[in-house]
């Protein structure tokens, strides 16, 4: 399957990335950043069809006619959304917005027009109250955390 997998420089992203490629699907990367090392040399690591699957493009996904631009020339099959800031307090407020919620915007309306037919997107790690809750405001149900925990989200 061909999917275009956003946030693909990231430590989620990056991982997925390699799944995806040991799985013979075909992988379009996208992700404002350049790959670092690690995930090149991840890469570099893989057989040459596994590498042959894979294509990276530089995209800042608030712009929404570069997404929409990428989307039309690649027509992957299926999307996994995962570009985002990892953690909201090393950037101002604003750009954490733009990043984590008109980014996401922008890829699920698009790819809604374009009736994409397969679209996974993560969610914060903070929507059952954990990494960036004030202290007092962990509250679980039970541990493991599961697929079934209340909502519980709590910014700063």
């Not at 990335?17 to 996208?30: C, G, P, S």
């Not at 996904?61 to 909201?88: N, S, Y």
């Not at 914060?124 to 519980?152: C, R, W």
Request: with cysteine; aromatic share 6%.
């Amino acid at each position: 399957m061909h999917i275009l997998l956003t946030g693909a420089s990231g430590q989620v992203g990056s991982h997925t990335l390699i799944y995806l490629l040991r799985r013979a699907h075909q992988v379009t990367a996208l992700d404002i950043n350049p790959p670092p090392p690690a995930v090149e040399a991840a890469i570099r690591s893989l057989t040459d069809d596994q590498r042959s699957n894979y294509t990276f493009i530089q995209c800042d996904l608030t712009d929404f006619r570069a997404f929409e631009d990428v989307l039309g020339k690649t027509q992957p099959e299926g999307i996994i959304h995962l570009g985002a800031v990892p953690d909201p307090k090393t950037l101002d407020f604003r750009i954490v917005h733009n990043v984590n919620v008109t980014s996401s915007y922008n890829v699920l309306q698009t790819a809604a027009r374009r009736g994409m037919p397969r679209i996974v997107q993560a969610s914060s790690v903070n929507a059952t109250g954990l990494s960036y809750s004030p202290d007092g405001h962990h509250i679980f149900q039970e541990m493991p955390v599961k697929e079934s925990h209340a909502l519980l989200p709590v910014s700063v």
